[in-house]
């Protein structure tokens, strides 16, 4: 069964940070990139962050610079490090296969950043 489970959203102010987890089961982890979206009130959900199985990282033209996408120490996860964050950025911010995403969501976790 796959799942996703995501956390390390929260409040932060504008030029904040804040590092993303997830972690996944049911899936060949090891064997697929993964991915960062996220979805704000009333936009569609966009890929806004890749890893590839070769390590190859891709990113929004809007989070180059900022956002960093990584492979966890423990098994089958990976975080999203967010820096210099920006009120656009808030979304809610969840985890899937990158490009070719499971018909499975997790609930995503709360990312808003205002002052």
């Known amino acids: 069964q796959v799942q996703f489970v995501e956390s390390g959203g929260g409040l932060v102010q504008p030029g904040g940070s804040l590092r993303l987890s997830c972690a996944a089961s049911?899936?060949?982890?090891?064997?697929?990139?993964m991915g960062w979206y996220r979805q704000a009130p009333g936009k569609q959900r966009e890929l806004v962050a890749a890893?590839?199985?070769?390590?190859?990282?891709t990113y929004a033209d809007g989070v180059k610079g900022r956002f960093t996408i990584s492979r966890g120490n423990s098994e089958n996860t990976i975080h999203l490090q967010m820096n210099s964050l920006k009120p656009d950025d808030t979304a809610v911010y969840y985890c899937?296969?990158?490009?070719?995403?499971?018909?499975?969501w997790g609930q995503g976790t709360q990312v808003t950043v205002s002052s």
């Open positions: 890893l590839a199985t070769s390590g190859r990282t």
């Open positions: 049911g899936i060949p982890f090891s064997l697929i990139g």
């Open positions: 899937n296969r990158a490009m070719a995403p499971y018909s499975y």
